[in-house]
Every structure is written in C-alpha cells, then in structure tokens.
C-alpha cells in the first residue's frame, strides 16, 4: 500500500522574483546583457566590493586573538554602537539622551521580519501597514505572513517620470489612526521644510509610528550624513520608530547579509524595555546572529583610516554611477531619441527607473536580448564601456518602434 505524503496538498509557490535571471541564463545569443542585479557591479562585470574588505578578511582569517564562541543574543554590541553611530552621528540627540539602541539582525530582511514580530504583539491597536517607497519591496511579504493588512504605495510617477513627493504627504493624511508606516528611500523625495513640517505634523497628530528601510547608507548621494539627516528630524520632534539598517551593499559583502534593528524609544527605561521584548523574540527566531559580516563591518568603523578609505571607495562608486547616466543619457540625446532623459540623471542610487513602458520593455528583452524588469528599474552599474552603446542603441530602437502605437 502505498504511502501518502504530509506534503500532498502542498501546491506550488507563485514564481519568486529571480525569474528574469534564469531566463538570460538559458539564452543562448553573445551579445546578451543583464540590467537586473541587486548588487553594485565593476566596469568588468564582477560584484563591486569595498576596497578595504579583502584587507579585513585577511586579517580575521589570521588573529589567533578572537573567539568564536556564540555572541549573545542582542548580538556583537561593538558592531551595534558602531552602526548606530554612523547611522545618527556620534553627537545625535537619541544618542547623547541614551534612547536609541539596536539588536543585530541577519540579512536584508532581518530586521523587519523582527520588527513586526514585535509589532504583532505589542502594539495590537496598530494592524494596518502602509509601505511606501520609490518600488515594490519585499518586506510587503513579512507584514502580510505576520498578519497585517498592508498597503503598498509607490513614489515614483511614471507618467512624469519623477518622484512626487505629494503621494507620501497625501497617503499620510488619508491613513487611519494609529498605523504602521514603513517608508523606503524617503531621501529621495527630495521634500521641502514646509514639506516636512506637514509630514510629521500629520503622522503626530495620527499617532502614526514610523518603520525606515537604510538599505544602502552612502549609495544614494555618496555622503554617508546626507543620506540619513532626515531621521534627525523625527529625532528632533520627539518620534519614537523603528528603523532597518544593512550595511552589507554599502561594504560589497552581499553574501555576509547583515543589519540591524534601530529603536529610538522617548527615554532609556523604555528602550530597554522594548529591547529585552526585541531579544526574547530573536531567541526564536535565530538565536545568535552570524558574525563574520559584522566584524568587518566593525574593524572599518572603529579604525579611523580604514574608514576613510572605506568611505573614499564608496564615494568613487557613486561618482561612477553618477558618470554613466550622464553617459546614457547623452547618448540618448545624440541619437534623437524622444522626450527628455533628465529624469535618469535626477535619480539617486544605482537602481533607477530608464522610464520606458511595457512595450518597450519587451522589446529590449525579445528583440535586443536586454534584460531587465517589467518596470524598467535597472541597475547603472550593469552599464559600461564595453556595452553602453549597444545598450543606448537599443533604447533608441525600442522607443521608435513603440512611438506610433502611444
């Protein structure tokens, strides 16, 4: 008699984000390109990593001075300080006043998947997650398997070709009391003093609580400060938030995927209060976070001069990055190309939207073996000397081809 298995009614997952990947692997064409990578690459098409990391593994590799016994559950406190330094400045508000701390996280989605296991539990008034960024994020997934009712908004208008700044100050007066708002690359909302005035008035007299995504710290402009300030705001106002903050892109040691959780609570008594909360709920989720990311992370920010040069390689690659939209986008002038590209070199980071539609889209990937995703957000450091042309050309075409059918 055959045996039936637990699993029988286990149906197939919808297809993950990774798809595009694996259909570039099994074509076949030379001339194929990938604009769809999450890390930051070389001119040579190799993953960029900071300069100072190779020299930091080495020297982990070889001091007969560390332990590697299990860190304990909060995780490696040195890292934390670190971290939290960089992220707020040593002289910040929340930290002279001792109410800000962190819990090591592990990965990219680390934090948020602790932050609303916490959330869940802690503040069952507050249900309603609104997610608000430049693109869709995949931590929508975390608050949705936790429970939450989520709302997803984007930024990004893509008929103008813009961030408009006016959908996060409107979604914030149209949420209900008392929810969640976790807001990616608010930076680049590029908001006026009057802007943030009216933001933080609404989301106080709301009693919304804030929940940042810090991806990239340093990616978006190149200054680590600029990146970040506008937490001093919230800082300032008296907010209290959670805040995801991964450093392993801005290091170039994807495979170390390592964050942490930020608490800014309104004094010290409560912040250890939701801290001891934060570290019983680790115990089961992961118990001890792996440290070979954070110990990197930690010898650059504790060395004066590994830091700058740390923040010397990150500066280079923004500059780079900078470089090749300007490229892009005067190529695309000097092929005729219709409408204005201004909005590539308006946009911050390595991952911008190139404004083509759908059909365009296609175009490049059937036609032109370009690949990239449905909304055309691509990475700019996919982009080099060796394949910018070709890249250009394609636009053109695909932009010409779909002109008559707008």
């Known amino acids: 008699m055959p045996t039936l298995s637990v699993f029988m009614d286990v149906p197939l997952a919808q297809k993950l ?6 259909t570039y692997k099994q074509d076949n064409c030379p001339n194929k390109i990938f604009l769809a990578f999450r890390v930051c690459m070389t001119s040579e098409g190799h993953p960029w990593v900071s300069s100072v ?14 332990n590697y016994e299990y860190v304990p559950v909060k995780g490696m406190k040195s890292f934390t300080e670190a971290s939290l330094k960089l992220l707020f400045g040593k002289h910040s508000q929340a930290i002279v006043e001792n109410r800000v701390g962190g819990v090591h996280t592990v990965g990219d989605n680390g934090a948020f998947q602790l932050g609303a296991q916490f959330l869940k539990i802690w503040c069952k008034d507050s249900q309603i997650v609104y997610i ?6 995949p931590y929508g997934l975390v608050f949705q398997d936790m429970g939450f009712t989520v709302c997803e908004y984007s930024f990004w208008d893509s008929k103008q070709l813009c961030v408009d700044s006016n959908v996060l100050l409107d979604v914030v007066e149209q949420a209900p009391h008392g929810c969640i708002f976790v807001i990616g690359n608010i930076g680049d909302c590029n908001l006026t003093q009057s802007q943030w005035a009216r933001l933080m008035a609404s989301m106080k007299s709301k009693q919304i609580f804030p929940f940042f995504d810090i991806p990239n710290q340093g990616l978006s402009t190149g200054d680590l400060e600029e990146d970040t300030g506008f937490l001093e705001y919230f800082v300032s106002q008296g907010f209290e938030f959670f805040c995801s903050q991964s450093l392993s892109k801005t290091f ?23 801290l001891s909360q934060l570290m019983k709920l680790t115990q089961a989720l992961w118990l001890n976070p792996p440290t070979m990311g954070a ?29 090749i939209k300007e490229k892009v986008k ?6 005729g190309t219709p409408g204005s590209w201004d909005h590539i070199t308006d946009q911050n980071g390595p991952h911008s939207y190139l404004g083509l539609n759908s059909q365009q889209v296609e175009y490049l990937v059937k036609k032109k073996h370009i690949y990239l995703p449905k909304n055309g957000r691509i990475n700019f450091t996919c982009i080099n000397a060796c394949n910018i042309d070709y890249i250009t050309q394609s636009i053109n075409e695909a932009v010409l081809s779909t002109k008559g059918s707008e």
């Open 17 to 22: 984000e990774g798809s595009l990947l694996k």
């Open 53 to 66: 990391v190779p020299k930091i593994r080495l020297q982990i590799a070889y001091d007969p001075s560390l």
């Open 132 to 137: 608000i960024s430049s693109q869709k994020e």
């Open 252 to 274: 170039g040691i994807y495979d170390e995927g390592v964050g942490i959780l930020v608490v800014v609570a309104l004094n010290n008594q409560l912040l250890l209060c939701v």
């Open 295 to 323: 110990r990197i992370i930690t010898s650059v920010l504790c060395n004066p001069a590994l830091q700058e040069e740390w923040k010397q390689s990150l500066k280079g690659l923004v500059e780079n990055i900078m470089l």
């Open 330 to 335: 005067e190529k695309l002038r000097l092929l």
